[in-house]
Nanobody, 115 residues
Framework: QVQLVESGGGLVQPGGSLRLSCAAS????????MGWYRQAPGKERELVGT???????NYADSVKGRFTISRDNAKNTVYLQMNSLKPEDTAVYYC?????????WGQGTQVTVSS
């Protein structure tokens, strides 16, 4: 019954910004570390960044300084703020978490950066 539902994707011009949201249910959200992944056409899925239950964040080098992960435990939601977007950021973005028993993935939301 765990669900992760992403939203906020869309078409943005290079240099633009977008904020993705991931709403979680079926877990005690405040106890879970969360992550964002992305998968571009013809490429493997890659880790974008993570945020722990203690609000510690880590980012891939490719997005560090441009992307910010945050979480609102009262809303069971994790966010990915994407600034200074580049065409190479174009991908389907996925919300992710895990526990002892399973990995959990959202359905993905498309981000396209193009002029």
């Amino acid at each position: 019954q765990v669900q992760l539902v992403e939203s906020g994707g869309g078409l943005v011009q290079p240099g633009g910004s977008l904020r993705l949201s991931c709403a979680a249910s079926g877990i005690i959200f405040s106890l879970y570390n969360m992550g964002w992944y992305r998968q571009a056409p013809g490429k493997e899925r890659e880790l974008v960044g993570t945020i722990t239950r203690d609000f510690t964040t880590n980012y891939a080098d490719s997005v560090k300084g441009r992307f910010t992960i945050s979480r609102d435990n009262a809303k069971n939601t994790v966010y990915l703020q994407m600034n200074s977007l580049k065409p190479e950021d174009t991908a389907v973005y996925y919300c992710h978490s895990r526990d002892i028993w399973n990995q959990y993935w959202g359905q993905g939301t498309q981000v396209t950066v193009s002029s």
